[in-house]
């Protein structure tokens, strides 16, 4: 029997529900909203999460579920590769997953929906390195023209600990990079308890930083859309080294790419 997806499906929501509420309390998880109080339920927001690791599992955090935020309405862009699995992509889709093509995006923030996006993507993976957290930023812009085309303000997110759940082996190389970029995930060796796919339990802290305005702007130059991508980027550096003592992280080193 073939069941079709459905993200509004009752019996899934009560089965993403206790995910979440798992997950949140196995590593724990925990969120920190610098001023919360300027985030309004009735308003969309593109939160830029960083960084991926092997897999961004502390986007769990942010998910609508949880409660946490208290923004009703919440989708996590993913790769389309995450939902070729049959059955799991159901799970996905019932925790707030959607396919990240520009067509989702744009419609689930028209539709009221608050999207989180990790900008660096498969390339960032692909960069990861033991002891240092890399992002790739400085040639992702697509997520801010959108934010800036249809004025939806842009919140800078980073989660510390995340690269800690899993313990990882990957191949390196620029053929290696071509062929990640083609399936569009990066095929690498990860392990977690007793080298199973269960996370290990590493705490995980979600820090969420100050929304920046944005006017709507229907066709910006390029020069307007550097200009609020050095903002994102500067904001993240901030969030990065004002927290990073307190989530247990004094010596971290970040690197934008």
């Known amino acids: 029997m073939i069941v079709p997806v459905d993200d509004k499906s009752k019996i899934g929501r009560r089965v993403a529900r206790y995910i979440c509420k798992y997950a ?28 991926h690791s092997v897999l961004p599992i502390g986007v769990v955090a942010l998910a609508d579920m949880t409660g946490f935020l208290g923004l009703p309405k919440m989708k996590v862009l993913a790769s389309t590769a995450v939902f070729y699995t049959p059955f799991l992509r159901h799970i996905w889709t019932w925790l707030g997953l959607t396919p990240a093509t520009k067509s989702n995006f744009v419609s689930n923030l028209a539709a009221g929906y608050s999207c989180v996006i990790v900008p660096g993507g498969v390339q960032e993976t692909f960069l990861m390195e033991h002891g240092k957290e890399k992002v790739f930023l400085k040639s992702r812009r697509g997520f801010v023209r959108i934010a800036l085309e249809n004025g939806y303000p842009l919140v800078p997110v980073f989660c510390f ?56 702007n229907p066709e910006p130059t390029m020069e307007e859309v550097m200009e609020v991508h050095g903002q994102y980027v500067e904001a993240l550096k901030e969030l990065f080294e004002k927290h990073k003592a307190r989530a247990g992280f004094p010596d971290l080193e970040l690197e934008i790419l």
Not at 164 to 170: A, E, G, H, I, L
Not at 194 to 214: A, C, D, N, Q, T
């Open 161 to 216: 600990g995340q690269s800690n759940v899993y313990k990882w082996w990957k191949p390196s190389g620029e053929l290696f990079l071509k062929f990640a970029r083609a399936i569009k995930f990066t095929p690498i060796v990860f392990w977690g308890m007793f080298g199973s796919p269960l996370p290990f339990r590493h705490p995980m802290h979600v820090v969420v930083g100050k929304p920046i305005e944005l006017k709507k």
């Open 24 to 51: 949140c309390g196995y590593f724990p998880v925990t969120l920190y909203v610098e001023e919360k109080h300027v985030f309004d339920p009735n308003c969309a927001y593109v939160f830029g999460y960083e960084p």
